[in-house]
């Protein structure tokens, strides 16, 4: 079993930084695809970010250029990297780890990730 617990989030100006964190317990997460979700108020969640075993990565449009999703294996932790933050990054978002696809990252789907965090809130203000 795979706990995920995300950490960083807060209330910045439009046009700053915050780093996530979601530290894993239980088993090594970082061994499998580990991806960063979020959901804005009255809207769907949505896929952010993602990152494989071997370390590649992929992104959403909406966060390219902004955004940087790396891994710390001897941590067993995930982060988040936000620069250039706008307003619509007003979200609430989740780590999550898909243990079924050998490391792999082949859905973007929340549903489809085993393993979620609670969330940790990011608030941009204009």
């Known amino acids: 079993q795979v706990q995920l617990v995300e950490s960083g989030g807060g209330s910045v100006q439009a046009g700053g930084s915050l780093r996530l964190s979601c530290a894993a317990s239980?088993?090594?997460?970082?061994?499998?695809?580990m991806a960063w979700f979020r959901q804005a108020p009255g809207k769907e969640r949505e896929w952010v970010a993602s990152?494989?075993?071997?370390?590649?990565?992929r992104y959403a449009d909406s966060v390219k250029g902004r955004f940087t999703i790396s891994k710390d294996n001897a941590k067993n932790t995930l982060y988040l990297q936000m620069n250039a933050l706008k307003p619509e990054d007003t979200a609430i978002y989740y780590c999550?780890?898909?243990?079924?696809?050998?490391?792999?990252?082949?859905?973007?789907?929340?549903?489809?990730?085993?393993?979620r965090g609670q969330g940790t809130q990011v608030t941009v203000s204009s």
């Open positions: 999550a780890a898909d243990s079924r696809s050998g490391g792999a990252c082949v859905t973007t789907r929340y549903e489809n990730f085993v393993y």
């Open positions: 239980g088993y090594t997460a970082t061994r499998y695809c």
């Open positions: 990152i494989n075993l071997p370390g590649s990565t």
